[in-house]
């Protein structure tokens, strides 16, 4: 029955109005400039049939209706029952404020001895998107700035500075001094839209104060990042490797191109494709959880079992630790398995005329091509409920090159200074209630999505000039279009 | 000319770097991170010459750290009365010198700051009832009024009830029934709701996600567990009982605090009709201990300072806090460790009540069934609270002890009721 109402394929996948770019082998190429429009007009008509589809047979498994100021922290509802301590054990990790070692409560001492902050929500608020502080004065409470210097790590990735390491640490544990701080200013520029409507678009500009290690030699690389949202992203792991890689061959607009990063994993000890992170710079949420308690929080796990201290922190290596690791497997699985099934948000009032009219529009400026409305999950053992499903991520995983405006001159891994990951789009409507100072672009520039469309350029160039040419009526349309996801 | 400049660039050099150099306050809390984040952001966009430094720590833990030399804490900011009160007494704080006017030492009979003034209430939080209305109806259950409620036959299998040896806020809650109500009705209350409840050994908002999700109808928990889920938009209630038991929680200066402006700012801070709002906050919904902020509350927002003046009793919170390890170590033994026993013994003389009520063996089932093997005097002795603070040898045998006979009372009484049942009409 299910098969009959959904078109579920001989793979056990539901195929109702898949990406279709990912369909094609990427040895078929057309040749003539007629086959590549046809086939451009092909991918337009299916894409636009895939935003005008109602909500998949089993679409609820996999995303909660929720759009609550809690719409990010609920797990899939087809996660069993038998799941659900892993999942609460993983919640309350994520939950928790780590405690400074030594501690009685050894399971969670381990903060520092540099760190960001004190928790995993501290930074993503309502497992939300992060946002610039407003005033130079205002910490980075839910931001970070990654350092490197010119080379690589060895494995292709960045070169971390030899005494400050990858990222600024602005805290210290008693005893150990934090890295400085990094002030934000903003410059602020008006951009005219075709209707004569102006809007105002702020530039973040770092400036890094007390440091403690030394001033920052020039060659210095900088590049602030507010904390992406936590939910989907099993969902996204579940996509098959060869779906995202195909995508880079998938016919695209002229000038829209993406590839893919290509990363360490430490696990695997090799490099393989990137998925996760500003700059698809991470192969896994494992690797991307890890990394982030140690980075952020000083937090050693069994995949980065060294504390972040460099050879120039002296007082940081002989801080005390409180285990090694400080987070135990148990703990890094539970963490994993929470980040798996969170659920995204489904699409709200999708038969709304405006939004309808809106999803039109983003699929007629060409945003779909990069936002790619639908992919497909393959096998998934840590989570069954995630195989085989269609998910609405509004993502291709693949970097663009996003222009000089947006550019940090930071290459990592593959993606150069220009080149982002597109992010996902799910959930998007909902980051302001979540959080209402949510941030949008990677350095939380935008204000609203609007202004993050508008920043928009290099490969989405004639994307943003198309928004820039609407009329505020469409404008509007976009807007509920993408509130709505 | 060029002085000039050059004198004019260096002041300027100096003033950015005073603009830009803050002083840490250093903090020590075991609060969740939606209580810190608020209060860090809106403290330092108020004070901005400080920069917020939280040090995480709680219970015991928290007490072992500040024994140790050069803990250099500024601010203790929490919710753990007894090390308050443990603190106070050895001397570790100054005494409040902050403008304290608009704070009551007092809810009523709850006594919240301490009466020497060396730390006062920051927030409050009120124990009681969080339910889920659409299953309370659909088992046709009523609306719990008060805890004596939930000790109806009707709420078996729908009752979740945390276990204070292994839930924080529990232990209070417990006590608050227990002088409440009295020594000895306080523990028929209480193991009367365990016969009809499930047992919470896990943190604190699981109760309010068992009740917000639907999975149970009633949980006994604390007010901004619930009230925060309710202001999120989650199908459940709450309700107090009739008398409110309240859980303070504190502030303090150490008395060899290093930025002792910067800790006076942040008390103040705290303490202040800005700080007080923050609790009130979807995420925290604490219960202010600033009256003159209830006079801005979201709709239906609790006011203890009114509700106290409905109903009140004397809480004695020095002892309550002193007995916590025993209270809870009887809780184990009558309770968590009998749980069986003890659904067993009530179901049987609920179904004895429900074929006779002159039976002279259904009196003597309830004496088995509400026996204790302590009286309210003994649990103030302090040897015997040092014993199961310490939980040494002694405890470990008066509680093998208190096992037997538990065991054998509530045989006995289970016996008598289904001998009530047994019997011929």
């Given at each position: 029955?299910?098969?009959?109402?959904?078109?579920?394929?001989?793979?056990?996948?539901?195929?109702?109005?898949?990406?279709?770019?990912?369909?094609?082998?990427?040895?078929?190429?057309?040749?003539?400039?007629?086959?590549?429009?046809?086939?451009?007009?092909?991918?337009?008509?299916?894409?636009?049939?895939?935003?005008?589809?109602?909500?998949?047979?089993?679409?609820?498994?996999?995303?909660?209706?929720?759009?609550?100021?809690?719409?990010?922290?609920?797990?899939?509802?087809?996660?069993?029952?038998?799941?659900?301590?892993?999942?609460?054990?993983?919640?309350?990790?994520?939950?928790?404020?780590?405690?400074?070692?030594?501690?009685?409560?050894?399971?969670?001492?381990?903060?520092?001895?540099?760190?960001?902050?004190?928790?995993?929500?501290?930074?993503?608020?309502?497992?939300?998107?992060?946002?610039?502080?407003?005033?130079?004065?205002?910490?980075?409470?839910?931001?970070?700035?990654?350092?490197?210097?010119?080379?690589?790590?060895?494995?292709?990735?960045?070169?971390?500075?030899?005494?400050?390491?990858?990222?600024?640490?602005?805290?210290?544990?008693?005893?150990?001094?934090?890295?400085?701080?990094?002030?934000?200013?903003?410059?602020?520029?008006?951009?005219?839209?075709?209707?004569?409507?102006?809007?105002?678009?702020?530039?973040?500009?770092?400036?890094?104060?007390?440091?403690?290690?030394?001033?920052?030699?020039?060659?210095?690389?900088?590049?602030?990042?507010?904390?992406?949202?936590?939910?989907?992203?099993?969902?996204?792991?579940?996509?098959?490797?060869?779906?995202?890689?195909?995508?880079?061959?998938?016919?695209?607009?002229?000038?829209?191109?993406?590839?893919?990063?290509?990363?360490?994993?430490?696990?695997?000890?090799?490099?393989?494709?990137?998925?996760?992170?500003?700059?698809?710079?991470?192969?896994?949420?494992?690797?991307?959880?890890?990394?982030?308690?140690?980075?952020?929080?000083?937090?050693?796990?069994?995949?980065?079992?060294?504390?972040?201290?460099?050879?120039?922190?002296?007082?940081?290596?002989?801080?005390?630790?409180?285990?090694?690791?400080?987070?135990?497997?148990?703990?890094?699985?539970?963490?994993?398995?929470?980040?798996?099934?969170?659920?995204?948000?489904?699409?709200?009032?999708?038969?709304?005329?405006?939004?309808?009219?809106?999803?039109?529009?983003?699929?007629?400026?060409?945003?779909?091509?990069?936002?790619?409305?639908?992919?497909?999950?393959?096998?998934?053992?840590?989570?069954?409920?995630?195989?085989?499903?269609?998910?609405?991520?509004?993502?291709?995983?693949?970097?663009?090159?996003?222009?000089?405006?947006?550019?940090?001159?930071?290459?990592?891994?593959?993606?150069?200074?220009?080149?982002?990951?597109?992010?996902?789009?799910?959930?998007?409507?909902?980051?302001?209630?979540?959080?209402?100072?949510?941030?949008?672009?990677?350095?939380?520039?935008?204000?609203?999505?609007?202004?993050?469309?508008?920043?928009?350029?290099?490969?989405?160039?004639?994307?943003?000039?198309?928004?820039?040419?609407?009329?505020?009526?469409?404008?509007?349309?976009?807007?509920?279009?993408?509130?709505?996801? | 000319?060029?002085?000039?400049?050059?004198?004019?660039?260096?002041?300027?050099?100096?003033?950015?770097?005073?603009?830009?150099?803050?002083?840490?306050v250093v903090v020590l809390s075991s609060y969740?991170?939606?209580v810190i984040?608020?209060f860090e952001?809106a403290f330092?966009?108020?004070?901005?010459?400080?920069?917020l430094?939280i040090l995480?720590?709680?219970?015991?833990?928290a007490?072992?750290?500040l024994?140790?030399?050069?803990?250099?804490v500024d601010v203790y900011w929490t919710p753990a009365q007894?090390n308050f009160a443990?603190l106070a007494?050895?001397?570790a704080f100054r005494k409040l010198d902050i403008d304290l006017?608009g704070l009551?030492k007092?809810?009523?009979?709850?006594?919240i700051s301490d009466?020497d003034g060396y730390y006062v209430a920051s927030e409050t939080?009120?124990?009681?009832?969080?339910?889920?209305?659409?299953?309370?109806?659909?088992?046709?259950?009523?609306?719990?009024?008060?805890?004596?409620?939930?000790?109806?036959?009707?709420?078996?299998?729908?009752?979740?009830?945390?276990?204070?040896?292994?839930?924080?806020?529990?232990?209070?809650?417990?006590?608050?029934?227990?002088?409440?109500?009295?020594?000895?009705?306080?523990?028929?209350?209480?193991?009367?709701?365990?016969?009809?409840?499930?047992?919470?050994?896990?943190?604190?908002?699981?109760?309010?996600?068992?009740?917000?999700?639907?999975?149970?109808?009633?949980?006994?928990?604390?007010?901004?567990?619930?009230?925060?889920?309710?202001?999120?938009?989650?199908?459940?209630?709450?309700?107090?009982?009739?008398?409110?038991?309240?859980s303070p929680a504190h502030v303090a200066i150490f008395r060899?605090a290093?930025n002792l402006?910067g800790a006076r700012a942040f008390a103040s801070f705290v303490l202040s009709?800005q700080g007080q709002?923050l609790l009130?906050?979807?995420?925290?919904?604490k219960l202010p201990v600033r009256?003159?902020?209830?006079?801005?509350?979201?709709?239906?927002?609790?006011?203890?300072?009114?509700?106290?003046?409905?109903?009140?009793?004397?809480?004695?919170?020095?002892?309550?806090?002193?007995?916590?390890?025993?209270?809870?170590?009887?809780?184990?033994?009558?309770?968590?460790?009998?749980?069986?026993?003890?659904?067993?013994?009530?179901?049987?003389?609920?179904?004895?009540?429900?074929?006779?009520?002159?039976?002279?063996?259904?009196?003597?089932?309830?004496?088995?069934?509400?026996?204790?093997?302590?009286?309210?005097?003994?649990?103030?002795?302090?040897?015997?609270?040092?014993?199961?603070?310490?939980?040494?040898?002694?405890?470990?045998?008066?509680?093998?002890?208190?096992?037997?006979?538990?065991?054998?009372?509530?045989?006995?009484?289970?016996?008598?009721?289904?001998?009530?049942?047994?019997?011929?009409?």
């Open positions: 029955m299910k098969q009959q109402k959904s078109g579920i394929s001989n793979s056990g996948t539901t195929d109702v109005g898949a990406n279709l770019f990912a369909q094609k082998p990427s040895h078929v190429r057309m040749n003539s400039h007629l086959q590549k429009t046809q086939s451009w007009l092909l991918g337009l008509l299916l894409i636009a049939l895939s935003l005008s589809q109602p909500a998949f047979a089993n679409e609820s498994d996999i995303t909660t209706d929720k759009a609550t100021r809690e719409a990010y922290l609920q797990a899939i509802p087809a996660m069993p029952e038998s799941d659900r301590p892993k999942f609460i054990h993983g919640r309350s990790l994520v939950r928790q404020v780590w405690v400074i070692a030594p501690s009685e409560n050894r399971e969670i001492a381990g903060l520092g001895p540099l760190y960001n902050r004190l928790s995993c929500i501290a930074c993503h608020i309502g497992n939300g998107r992060g946002f610039a502080p407003a005033t130079p004065q205002e910490p980075m409470r839910t931001m970070l700035v990654r350092l490197s210097v010119p080379g690589d790590d060895g494995h292709g990735g960045p070169k971390p500075h030899a005494a400050y390491g990858g990222q600024l640490n602005e805290n210290g544990v008693p005893g150990v001094t934090g890295e400085g701080r990094a002030e934000v200013r903003f410059t602020e520029h008006a951009v005219k839209l075709k209707d004569g409507t102006q809007i105002k678009l702020r530039k973040p500009v770092i400036t890094f104060v007390d440091l403690a290690y030394g001033e920052f030699p020039p060659e210095m690389m900088t590049s602030p990042r507010i904390t992406p949202p936590l939910f989907g992203l099993g969902l996204l792991q579940a996509v098959p490797e060869a779906d995202i890689v195909a995508l880079v061959d998938a016919p695209k607009p002229e000038g829209i191109k993406g590839r893919v990063n290509r990363v360490w994993d430490e696990e695997q000890q090799k490099n393989v494709l990137g998925r996760f992170g500003w700059k698809a710079n991470m192969p896994n949420l494992r690797q991307q959880i890890a990394g982030a308690y140690v980075g952020d929080m000083g937090i050693t796990s069994p995949l980065f079992p060294k504390e972040n201290c460099t050879a120039a922190q002296g007082a940081c290596r002989q801080s005390p630790s409180a285990g090694s690791p400080e987070l135990t497997k148990e703990q890094l699985d539970a963490s994993e398995f929470y980040h798996f099934a969170l659920a995204a948000p489904r699409q709200r009032n999708a038969n709304n005329k405006q939004v309808q009219r809106g999803a039109a529009l983003f699929r007629q400026a060409q945003c779909s091509a990069c936002h790619v409305p639908q992919l497909k999950t393959g096998d998934f053992a840590p989570l069954p409920a995630l195989s085989h499903q269609i998910i609405r991520p509004y993502t291709d995983l693949l970097l663009h090159d996003m222009g000089e405006a947006l550019a940090d001159h930071r290459p990592d891994y593959l993606a150069t200074g220009r080149e982002w990951r597109t992010p996902p789009l799910w959930g998007i409507g909902l980051a302001r209630k979540v959080d209402p100072r949510a941030g949008f672009l990677h350095d939380g520039r935008a204000r609203t999505v609007l202004e993050a469309v508008l920043w928009h350029d290099g490969e989405a160039a004639n994307a943003a000039q198309s928004v820039k040419d609407m009329s505020a009526s469409d404008r509007k349309a976009l807007t509920k279009f993408l509130e709505s996801l | 000319m060029r002085a000039i400049k050059w004198i004019m660039a260096a002041c300027l050099l100096l003033l950015s770097q005073l603009a830009s150099a803050t002083e840490k969740p991170q939606e984040t608020p952001a330092e966009a108020a004070y901005p010459q400080y920069r430094e995480w720590r709680h219970g015991r833990d007490m072992t750290y024994h140790q030399p050069h803990s250099a007894r443990v007494k050895e001397g006017s009551p007092k809810i009523g009979g709850f006594q009466p939080a009120g124990y009681g009832m969080a339910y889920h209305p659409a299953e309370l109806k659909r088992m046709q259950l009523p609306i719990p009024t008060d805890w004596k409620s939930l000790m109806s036959p009707a709420f078996n299998g729908h009752v979740v009830m945390p276990v204070p040896s292994k839930v924080g806020y529990a232990p209070m809650l417990v006590d608050t029934l227990l002088q409440g109500y009295g020594w000895q009705q306080g523990w028929d209350v209480l193991k009367q709701i365990a016969a009809n409840a499930i047992l919470a050994d896990t943190p604190s908002t699981f109760i309010s996600d068992d009740v917000g999700s639907g999975r149970e109808a009633v949980g006994m928990t604390m007010d901004f567990f619930a009230r925060s889920a309710i202001a999120n938009e989650n199908p459940l209630r709450f309700t107090y009982p009739e008398k409110v038991g309240y060899e290093k402006d009709d709002k009130l906050h979807p995420d925290i919904r009256p003159a902020v209830y006079a801005s509350k979201p709709k239906g927002y609790f006011d203890p300072f009114a509700s106290a003046q409905l109903a009140s009793y004397d809480y004695d919170a020095a002892s309550g806090l002193m007995r916590q390890e025993l209270i809870s170590a009887l809780f184990d033994a009558l309770i968590t460790r009998h749980h069986l026993e003890l659904k067993t013994m009530w179901s049987a003389i609920h179904q004895a009540e429900q074929k006779t009520r002159n039976d002279p063996r259904l009196q003597e089932a309830r004496t088995h069934a509400n026996w204790l093997p302590l009286t309210a005097a003994q649990t103030n002795d302090a040897a015997l609270q040092q014993t199961f603070i310490q939980r040494d040898s002694r405890a470990v045998t008066l509680e093998q002890q208190w096992d037997t006979e538990i065991s054998k009372h509530y045989a006995q009484a289970t016996q008598l009721a289904q001998a009530i049942l047994g019997a011929k009409p």
